[in-house]
């Protein structure tokens, strides 16, 4: 079964513009047109997209841990101009803030995908899974997917991370563990 809803994620200035604070590489910027095309695709044929987007605050804990990055109100924490120049007045699509790798964490995401018919535990309604990084907000976004028994669906062309040793495990966890359907 074909996903009604795409979930693209921190598809921001700070992960895929080289001036970046947390910069995943020009190999991740090898996305963003079969992420754009993706998107387009889903808005044609009547789908929604739902875009997960970091917004920390300036002295948020994860800092610890990485480099400052998409402080919200930045320019780091926009989304790109690549995939920013899609977005009208539509109602195809919804912005979720996120301070956690988890798009569920702390966010409206549940209530978001209830909206769009994808409510937790009903089999048949799978969500496609896009962006940065594979490893981090992607796999835990798509782990708190399938704990709601949500069907994830993660197109290798559509995700990238900085380390590809810990994508490649990422993609093997999601598929082994999690039951995602890993797609080349």
Known sequence: MQARVLIVIDLLNDFLDPKGALFCGDEARKII??????????????????????????????FAMFAPHA????WGAEIIKEIKELLDEGDWYDIIEKTRYSGFYGTNLEETLNRMGIPPG???????V??????ICVMDTVGDLINRHIHS???????????????????SRMRDIYGATIAD
């Open 33 to 62: 047109l079969p992420v754009k095309q993706r998107i387009l695709e889903f808005r044609k044929n009547g789908g929604h997209v739902i875009f997960l987007c970091d917004a920390h605050a300036p002295d948020d804990l994860e």
């Open 130 to 135: 896009a962006g940065v990084c594979t490893s």
């Open 122 to 128: 009903i089999p048949g309604n799978p969500v496609e």
């Open 71 to 74: 402080v919200k109100g930045t």
């Open 153 to 171: 669906i993660v197109q290798k062309s559509l995700v990238a991370d900085f380390n590809p040793e810990a994508q490649s495990a990422a993609f």
